[in-house]
């Protein structure tokens, strides 16, 4: 189509379990009337070819402060022509808990433990209306702290869809910056997970140590009434379907129905019945059939032969 548009009052929401990109031939506009929030877990990236002797890259707030901060390691901001450091109405501050290093051309200003060194390979030139050379003097100029990152708690569960639950299992927590945390489940196949950085996380169940994957699902044991009772329920299910069946054979075999009742209830035929019962029927009526039908070849009279 020429064109596709998704609205809605309220809120919209885009999810992927993996990847999820966003590509245009031209341009790509994103406009928010409050904030744009972006959290990630590892790596944020900006890069622009741009156009010669163009500004390719701006950051501008026009009210407000602009921080940028390293809250753990070092920054850098390199530039291959000039770098220009300006501030239109206050001042520059350079502030350092250890060393502030200027060079160039082999000379340099090192401030370092309270001490300044002017070295330089050829002339150094001072010149003012007076100079003043006095006692000690020095300023203390304090430096940021940085919050520690927030951290949350993780709670592994691991049930089946019968209810067992795989206790005393092991499983390996990945968090949100690629660090693997180990631990054991409990009786109850629960753990709680502290300290992990805010973010998603990966878990992954190694299973219980000692233990075959057979016993994950108990065989429970049924009461022995219980398999009598369900023998008695299919031999009877059985007989009646085949009375119905053989409701016009001839009145003298009545007698044989019951005995191939009481053979259907022999000891061998009773542990199939009650274990699958189910099963257990076409088997009982071919055997009832058989002996019924031997029965009715001796119950009938013989006829002459010519």
Not at 23 to 45: K, M
Not at 79 to 88: H, M, R, V
Not at 286 to 304: E, H, V
């Amino acid at each position: 189509p020429a064109g596709i548009a998704s609205l809605t009052e309220q809120s919209q929401t885009i999810s992927a379990g993996s990847n999820l990109n966003l590509i245009a031939q031209r341009d790509s506009n994103e406009t928010t009337g409050r904030r744009w929030l972006h959290n990630v877990g590892q790596h944020i990236s900006l890069f622009v070819a741009g156009v010669k002797d163009q500004i390719a890259l701006k950051l501008i707030a026009a009210k407000g402060k602009v921080q940028v901060q390293a809250q753990s390691d070092a920054m850098e901001l390199t530039a291959d022509k000039d770098l220009t450091i300006t501030s239109a109405k206050g001042k520059v501050t350079i502030a350092a808990s250890q060393e502030i290093l200027l060079t160039s051309g082999g000379g340099y200003i090192r401030l370092k433990g309270g001490n300044i060194e002017v070295h330089c390979p050829s002339v150094v030139s001072v010149k003012g209306a007076s100079h003043s050379l006095s006692g000690p003097a020095s300023l203390s100029t304090p430096t940021p702290t940085f919050a520690k990152p927030g951290t949350g708690n993780l709670q592994v569960l691991h049930e089946f869809a019968n209810g067992y639950s795989m206790n005393q299992g092991k499983f390996v927590v990945t968090d949100a910056l690629g660090i693997k945390h180990k631990g054991v489940l409990d009786e109850a196949g629960k753990a709680i997970v502290h300290g992990l950085p805010l973010g998603a996380a990966q878990v992954e169940f190694l299973g219980r140590p000692h233990q075959d994957k057979a016993d994950i699902f108990p065989f429970v044991e049924q009461p022995e009434a219980a398999l009598q009772q369900m023998g008695e329920a299919v031999k009877g299910k059985a007989m009646q379907e085949l009375g119905s069946t053989l409701g016009s054979v001839s009145p003298q075999l009545t007698n044989a129905v019951g005995q191939v009742s009481a053979m259907a209830s022999q000891a061998q035929q009773a542990l199939a019945l009650a274990r699958n019962p189910q099963s257990a029927i076409p088997a009982l009526k071919g055997q009832a059939k058989d002996a019924l039908m031997g029965k009715a070849q001796d119950a009938l009279p013989t006829m002459p032969k010519f």
